[in-house]
């Protein structure tokens, strides 16, 4: 099983739609996940942190099963600026690494 | 606040000729710093990892270097660059917590 492993995509939906993707990690030890957006040809940036059971920031809600390792990030009115390749991202080691999935492009048509 | 900067933005070497990026991280002091690749349409791999000064470690093995001669100062370089060395350089930082925060990155092209 790969350390972090995400919804291939890409997505494409339509403005005002809700998008939901799922990742999945390997280390049941991880206590802290992100997840992180990156715009085509520039550096991520972090969108969301969560620590327990989920975190909610306007539009967008992340949820956590640890029992299942399963991660996700809900986006609701999908706006055209959201598109973006998505990152889930799990702490790796004891200098606070980061294993970074293998991201999923969301593209919000008009 | 917090800044990290990053040069230069995009750079174009020939096959065998050497490589210096630099990342300074302003606003915080003792940051764990990180030099990442990303290949073209692939995801980020961590190169190096710097926990203080001096101290460096290798993720992968590969033809690159770094080092931090300094507490905000963070150096990936290389005496021969190979073909398979383009990418997007990004450095990180961190502190007490696991978020890592990132500079604008370099696009390395090796002709």
Request: glycine content about 8%; hydrophobic content about 35%.
């Amino acid at each position: 099983r790969k350390e972090v492993e995400q919804d291939p995509g890409p997505f494409n939906v339509p403005e005002g739609a809700t998008v939901a993707f799922n990742c999945t990690y390997s280390n049941s030890a991880s206590q802290s996940f992100f997840w992180y957006r990156q715009d085509c040809r520039k550096e991520p940036k972090l969108l969301m942190s969560v620590y327990s059971s989920g975190n909610e920031d306007g539009r967008f809600t992340a949820q956590l099963n640890r029992a299942s390792q399963y991660i996700s990030l809900l986006i609701r009115d999908s706006k055209l600026s959201d598109s973006a390749t998505y990152l889930c991202v799990v702490p790796s080691g004891s200098a606070r690494q980061l294993t970074f999935g293998s991201g999923t492009q969301l593209t919000v048509l008009p | 606040s917090q800044t990290i900067h990053q040069w230069p933005a995009t750079l174009v070497q020939p096959v065998g000729s050497p490589l210096s990026l630099e990342c300074t991280v302003e606003g915080t002091s003792n940051p764990n710093l990180y030099w990442y690749r990303q290949a073209a349409g692939r995801g980020l791999q961590l190169l190096f990892y710097s926990v203080g000064i001096g101290q460096i470690s290798s993720e992968v093995p590969q033809n690159l270097s770094a080092s931090r001669p300094q507490d905000r100062q963070f150096i990936l370089s290389s005496k021969k660059l190979l073909l398979s060395d383009s990418g997007f350089y990004l450095c990180a930082w961190s502190t007490f917590y696991d978020e890592q925060f990132f500079g604008p990155g370099t696009r390395l092209t090796v002709l």
